[in-house]
């Protein structure tokens, strides 16, 4: 972690809500994809965010950067709110947009197939005016792909020519053509083979340590987050039930969600993985449509109370950064 603790983005309450077909003209219904969410992302670092499938985390990353608008809520960049809901702030996002970029989990399909990889990757460089001389347009995009290990002659291909590998290094080098300070990277290794999410995450951190950039590194493989991450944020039905120091986080959690999903990541040792205990939830993930009341958890959890049931918990903090959104953790 960034030992100055120095605050790149501040999310405060963040909520973001779909509107679904099959309301009646008094009540619609909305799709609660991120509820309540708050935290801060340190200058330098690399937040983990993982969770089941539908949790939300696409969505929060999204959402952060305004490729959606938020429902309500704050967000905070480098001091300057760019979106508040309370104040009515919501700024002009196109000179955000190059401090603040994506990669795409599904680089085949982020990926325009009638252009060629140098209007790829050359199109933010138009956009925000950054190389007026086509000699100098060139040159950048051709430093661009050599950077993420693409050949210059690479540039006056198209998309389908290239591997998922080679895809998700043109996504990447068109993230850093603006020269960003932050990345949302979104799944970016899991449409990957094996052998290649390993030389993606080489990369990337490569690049953060050369560009100091700052990342939200969104997956469901909780061994790869641990492994790129300082700190890790683990959601819920849309909402952060826990947040903690990478190695902090998988030695010791300490919410019950988190509990079990490091209890199913594989052990290289049979002996230990045999002698591990697995946590088995009973039952389906609740409908963000219409979330259970009280703890959102509450309906898996094998120590749910009627507490749980009824009240939502806080996230609070019990230990040295370390968050988590508990009622049972208030006993002890």
């Known amino acids: 972690m960034n030992e100055n603790h120095d605050v790149l983005l501040e999310i405060n309450n963040l909520r973001k809500y779909f509107a679904v077909k099959g309301g009646s003209i008094f009540k619609k219904r909305y799709v609660q994809a991120v509820e309540s969410v708050s935290f801060s992302i340190y200058r330098g670092e690399t937040l983990g965010l993982v969770g089941e499938s539908g949790c939300g985390k696409t969505t929060l990353g999204r959402t952060i950067i305004r490729l959606y608008e938020p429902t309500s809520g704050r967000i905070v960049y480098d001091g300057t709110p760019i979106y508040d809901s309370e104040q009515k702030i919501a700024v002009d996002m196109l000179p955000y947009r190059r401090k603040m970029q994506i990669i795409f989990q599904d680089p085949s399909a982020s990926l325009d197939p009638r252009m060629t990889v140098g209007e790829i990757v050359g199109e933010a460089l138009d956009i925000h005016k950054l190389c007026p001389g086509k000699q100098e347009r060139r040159d950048r995009i051709n430093s661009l792909l050599d950077e993420v290990g693409l050949n210059t002659e690479h540039a006056n291909r198209f998309p389908h020519e290239f591997s998922g590998g080679q895809q998700q290094r043109i996504g990447i080098a068109r993230a850093l053509a603006v020269d960003p300070e932050f990345i949302v990277c979104d799944e970016p290794i899991s449409a990957l083979d094996v052998s290649i999410q390993s030389q993606v995450v080489n990369m990337l951190e490569d690049l953060q340590a050369e560009k100091h950039l700052t990342y939200l590194f969104i997956a469901h493989d909780i061994s790869v987050v641990r492994h790129i991450s300082n700190r890790i944020g683990v959601m819920y039905l849309g909402q952060m039930v826990e947040l903690a120091e990478s190695f902090e986080l998988c030695s010791h959690p300490i919410h019950p969600y988190t509990q079990t999903l490091l209890s199913a990541v594989p052990l290289p040792d049979p002996v230990k993985s045999r002698a591990r205990q697995r946590i088995l939830l009973e039952g389906d993930i609740p409908s963000p449509l219409d979330p259970p009341k009280g ?38």
């Open 295 to 332: 703890c959102r958890f509450h309906t898996r959890c094998p120590y749910a109370t009627e507490r749980c049931r009824s009240e939502q918990p806080e996230l609070k903090e019990y230990g040295t950064g370390h968050f988590a959104a508990c009622h049972l953790l208030e006993k002890g």
